[in-house]
Each structure stands twice: as C-alpha cells, then as structure tokens.
C-alpha cells in the first residue's frame, strides 16, 4: 500500500507559478501528476519512471517540470507561466508498471487526496 499526500496548491494569477509537492510512503516505478477541471475528464499532466524519464501533455510542456527527491519520497510539479485552463484539482498517482502510462488515468494504481489550483485572469 502507498499513500501520497499532495500540498503546494493554491491561487494565482495568470502568468505566476506555483510548485505541488507529493509525499509518498512507498516505492512505486512510475510517479505522476493528473488534473481534473470541473465538468472534464482527468487527464494526464506528467510522469516520471524509475529511471528519472519524464513525460508530458502537450498543453504544459516548456512550463511545467516534474521532478522527485528520491532521499525524500517526494515528487514535485514545478508549474510556470499559468494560465486560466490550468485551474482544476490536481493529483499525485502512483503506479507499480514499469512505464507510465499518461493517457490512462484508470490505469495508476494509487492516487492523492488533491489539491486545488485556480489561475485567474
């Protein structure tokens, strides 16, 4: 069993930045971050493996950088240059499979409480 515990969200304005952080319990292969706005689906953020390879929905990339402490248990989201669309519930999830699979929500084995991220205009 994992237990991840999100924190780091909040409000900003359009353009600022903001850093999520996931605390995880265990060890899991792949670690990734997942948003879900109101009214839409959850979609895939970023990911990271084992091997520190990293992927990214096409929306976010050259903005957002995922990372983790590998001494801390902890996965990061660095989220820059944020706009409106950004807002929604943001996720940690955490899967045993040795590739991330980013545009499977269903497929991660254990998830976050979330935290909440609003971007104004």
């Known amino acids: 069993q994992v237990q991840l515990v999100e924190s780091g969200g909040g409000s900003v304005q359009a353009g600022g930045s903001l850093r999520l952080s996931c605390a995880a319990s265990?060890?899991?292969?792949?670690l990734g971050w997942f948003r879900q706005a109101p009214g839409k689906e959850r979609e895939g953020v970023a990911t990271?493996?084992?091997?520190?390879?990293?992927t990214y929905t096409g929306s976010v990339k050259g903005r957002f950088t995922i990372s983790k402490d590998n001494a801390k248990n902890t996965l990061y989201l660095q989220m820059n240059s944020l706009k409106p669309e950004d807002t929604a519930m943001y996720f940690c999830?955490?899967?045993?499979?040795?590739?991330?699979?980013?545009?499977?929500?269903?497929?991660?084995?254990?998830w976050g409480q979330g935290t909440q991220v609003t971007v104004s205009s």
């Open positions: 265990g060890y899991t292969a792949c």
């Open positions: 999830a955490a899967d045993y499979a040795p590739w991330c699979r980013i545009q499977s929500s269903s497929a991660w084995d254990y």
């Open positions: 990271i493996n084992g091997g520190g390879v990293t």
